[in-house]
């Protein structure tokens, strides 16, 4: 994998939830149309720097998007050193424990389970990757390589979007946020919805189609089994915010 050869880049933060579920079905497409995906980094908590957490966002959200930035830094760090293509698989292997083996909340007062050594060293152990990329963690070196990744995401589709955002045939093709879905469609269902979304993103003077109103995604962490319709939410600006 390289950055010339990707068919899809897909911009994500690990701890959003609507980003992993938008990756399983973008893995199920990939499967049937043997695409080849680029998994980049975009960082919640680096997008809303300029927003006063407090006033904005329900009280665990700064601590869940630190956590992000966080297992983004170890990410980087494992890019540089083994390549584009482990990604992917960090990014797998993460979104499993954080949203499908899990229930309940990983907040606990002003610190996020998800972004410490304890959470993240067994993901390493099961990927053979070197405990020593849980240096990462705490080094604000590798936050300009994810502000730049994040800024390169922003520029294909604006500012005011959330993750996950999608590049279908990079660097002429089109680029869009989302979609955002709460469930996972079968294996036919999924070739569909890609082809729809693909096919209205690619008019060129499509501009937005959105509904606020979201189920919680059908994941073990919202306690919402794949047989179950989650409670609705009236979502704005992309997150549950308390202020518009």
Avoid at 12 to 39: G, I, L
Avoid at 89 to 114: K, P, W
Avoid at 156 to 182: C, K, N, Q, Y
């Amino acid at each position: 994998m390289d950055t010339d050869t990707a068919d899809v880049n897909f911009y994500f933060d690990p701890v959003c939830p609507f980003a992993w579920m938008t990756s399983k079905w973008v893995r199920k497409v990939q499967a049937r149309r043997d695409y080849a995906v680029d998994w980049r980094f975009i960082s919640l908590r680096l997008l809303n720097a300029h927003i006063d957490y407090d006033a904005h966002f329900p009280p665990e959200y700064e601590a869940g998007h630190t956590a992000g930035l966080r297992l983004l830094r170890v990410a980087a760090s494992i890019r540089r050193e083994h390549g584009r293509a482990a990604i992917g698989q960090l990014y797998e292997a993460l979104g499993t424990r954080i949203f499908d083996a899990h229930t309940g909340s990983y907040t606990v007062d002003a610190t996020d389970f998800r972004g410490t050594e304890d959470f993240l060293r067994p993901v390493l152990s099961e990927l053979d990757v070197p405990a020593s990329h849980l240096a990462a963690l705490d080094d604000t070196g590798y936050d300009a390589e994810i502000q730049a990744e994040t800024d390169e995401a922003l520029t294909l589709t604006g500012r005011d979007v959330g993750t996950p955002i999608i590049h279908f045939r990079p660097p002429e093709g089109v680029a869009f946020f989302g979609p955002v879905i709460s469930r996972l469609p079968g294996d036919d269902e999924a070739i569909t919805l890609w082809d729809h979304v693909i096919g209205l993103a690619s008019f060129p003077g499509f501009a937005e189609l959105k509904r606020s109103l979201r189920e919680k995604p059908q994941l073990r962490a919202f306690g919402v089994t794949d047989d179950e319709t989650g409670v609705e939410e009236d979502w704005h600006g992309g997150s549950r915010r308390l202020k518009k």
